[in-house]
């Protein structure tokens, strides 16, 4: 009886470690992440890395997930995907931003439709939308991916890289200023700030459809009403004009046409006489609805800003009589 005893100790002594190391194969095989290995956007704008709002589609089922910039160009997971293979479709958008609402609607092998609520209607950093989608060999493959192709082959046991192509979602206005050679012979014109503003409008809500072979295929613009205006200081340095054209800054604007009409360029600048003597401050707020005209997603449009005034200027003390009397 005491040999039968020991028997089954022994017995139940291997099980345990058999049964411990079913646990250990488990731990030390966990899913391979999906891992970023290149993004390429067209170039256009600044061009800024950032997080990466993703969702990934199978079937039915949509997972939500943050490729988090790390700097260097590299991008870590935050990702978590089932076990086995199988086929995703991704779509996403750049920069994330916590207040943003999103969410991803109307998805199968041929598109989705990316809903992304609180977008400021001016902004002075890029935004992009995941238009194309590639599977990488490795962490090297730089092969950029294609406009319109959102699909790609996930393996839990092996490594997955993807590359990211990204298409502009704002329009990109660069403003250039110059004095008129008449004006230039008797002021000096200093520009102290110069800010977008915005009336009447919150933020947009945009639902933008992405279909394979194309990218982006449409997006509807939502405007949400707010009360006061809205401001983007673009510039905040001092700078003196010359004759010659200059690019002074620049910022990034929803192409959406209700917002055209309610878009100024507000310009704070000083101006001195030819002696150095500050004459006045002034403040002028510029309507950028008709230069804005038909400006579409993704352009770099560069407006002009001459300062040629019709009108009679302030006198200086310094200023020589401009009319003389004689006998």
């Known amino acids: 009886m005491k040999h039968l005893q020991n028997i089954l100790m022994m017995t139940a002594i291997v099980l345990l470690a058999a049964c411990s190391q ?39 089922t949509a997972t939500e997930g943050l490729f988090k910039y790390a700097g260097a160009s590299s991008w870590t997971t935050q990702l978590k995907l089932k076990s086995g293979a199988r086929t995703y479709q991704l779509y996403g958008y750049m920069p994330d931003h916590a207040e943003w609402t999103r969410s991803i609607s109307d998805w199968d092998e041929n598109g989705a439709v990316l809903h992304i609520g609180q977008i400021p209607p001016i902004a002075e950093q890029d935004f992009c939308i995941v238009t194309g989608v590639r599977q990488a060999a490795n962490e090297s493959d730089e092969t950029a991916a294609v406009r319109g192709a959102f699909s790609f082959d996930y393996d839990s046991q092996r490594e997955n890289y993807i590359n990211l192509f990204l298409d502009h979602l704002y329009s990109h206005v660069i403003f250039c200023m110059r004095v008129s050679e008449e004006y230039d012979a ?58 010659s054209s200059t690019t002074v800054c620049s910022g990034y604007i929803l192409p959406a046409t209700t917002l055209f009409e309610k878009l100024s360029l507000v310009i704070e600048y000083d101006i001195y006489d030819k002696r150095g003597n500050k004459i006045s401050e002034r403040t002028v707020p510029n309507s950028l609805a008709y230069p804005l005209e038909e400006l579409q997603r993704g352009e770099e449009r560069t407006l002009q800003v001459n300062i040629d005034p019709s009108y009679l200027y302030d006198l200086s003390q310094e200023d020589p009589p401009f009319v003389v009397i004689r006998d």
């Open 186 to 243: 008797v002021r000096t014109i200093r520009i102290k700030r110069m800010k977008l503003q915005v009336a009447d409008i919150s933020h947009y809500d945009v639902d933008v459809t992405l279909a394979n072979g194309v990218g982006i295929s449409s997006v509807a613009h939502d405007k949400v009403a707010g009360t006061g205006t809205r401001e983007l200081t673009i510039r905040d340095e001092e700078i003196t004009l010359t004759t």
């Open 22 to 60: 079913d646990v250990a194969d488990q731990v030390q095989e966990p899913n391979a992440p999906l891992r970023l290995a290149r993004v390429t956007r067209v170039m256009t704008g600044d061009l800024e890395n950032s997080d990466i709002r993703v969702f990934l589609t199978n079937g039915t």
